[in-house]
């Protein structure tokens, strides 16, 4: 069963600056995906960013970016130029499993943008 | 296009009783996962449909059953609810069931139990 830990239950973040969301995972998977969401307070799930386990090169998505080192199993997210917009819990999330691709969810980083 | 919905937003249920939550799934996806988000905590996956079948289950009993139907929408079914099932449930819709497929969520229904 794979595990995930993001050691930060809470973070916050001045609007503009730069903050760094970590995680770690365990699998025992060579080839899977993963995926940082985020959940407003309004509750819908909304897809980030993703990465190939396979690709060396960290995906980017406008501000949203990750750095993936698989060796050590970590996938941390970094969100430039935080908006007000960008408060929210954030999930990180391999998603992986032998027929039935399931996300495995950490229990998430509360962050903060303060104006 | 639209997205994943979900009915109904909340609901509430005594002990014991049973419940029904619904999923539409986004346009030409035919894949649905239902998570379960209590309190607090990450969503916990409960079981994924794919083309009508049950294609994987999570560790939970078999009081939660799902169905899914020909247009892909989805139902996921608890008898003899306990108050642990207190939690937000979340569907979540792909284009496929292999691990290529992002997956797509809608709002989630609110479930209390008292």
């Known amino acids: 069963a794979q595990t995930v830990t993001q050691s930060q239950p809470e973070m916050s973040v001045q609007e503009a600056e730069t903050v760094t969301l970590s995680c770690t995972y365990d699998?025992?998977?060579?080839?899977?995906?993963l995926f940082w969401y985020k959940q407003p307070p309004s509750r819908q799930m909304i897809l980030v960013i993703r990465?190939?386990?396979?690709?060396?090169q960290n995906a980017t998505e406008n501000r949203f970016s990750v750095n993936f080192q698989k060796a050590a199993k970590s996938f941390s997210l970094k969100i430039s130029d935080s908006q007000l917009g960008d408060t929210a819990m954030y999930f990180c999330a391999p998603l992986s499993g032998a027929g039935s691709y399931q996300l495995t969810f950490g229990k998430g980083t509360k962050l903060s943008v303060i104006p | 296009e639209t997205g994943v919905t979900q009915s109904p937003t909340h609901l509430i249920k005594t002990r014991g009783q049973q419940v029904t939550l619904r999923c539409s799934s986004q346009s030409g996806h035919n894949t649905v996962s239902w998570y379960q988000q209590a309190l607090g905590q990450g969503p916990q996956f409960i079981f994924q449909?794919?083309?009508?079948?049950?294609?994987g289950r999570g560790n939970f009993p078999p009081r939660f059953s799902g169905l899914q139907f020909p247009n892909y929408s989805s139902e996921l079914n608890v008898n003899a609810l306990e108050l642990d099932d207190s939690a937000l449930y979340l569907c979540?819709?792909?284009?496929?069931?292999?691990?290529?497929?992002?997956?797509?969520f809608g709002p989630g229904t609110r479930l209390t139990v008292t």
């Open positions: 699998t025992s998977e060579s080839n899977y995906y």
């Open positions: 449909y794919y083309r009508e079948e049950e294609n």
């Open positions: 990465q190939e386990a396979y690709k060396q």
């Open positions: 979540a819709s792909s284009l496929g069931a292999g691990s290529s497929y992002e997956q797509y």
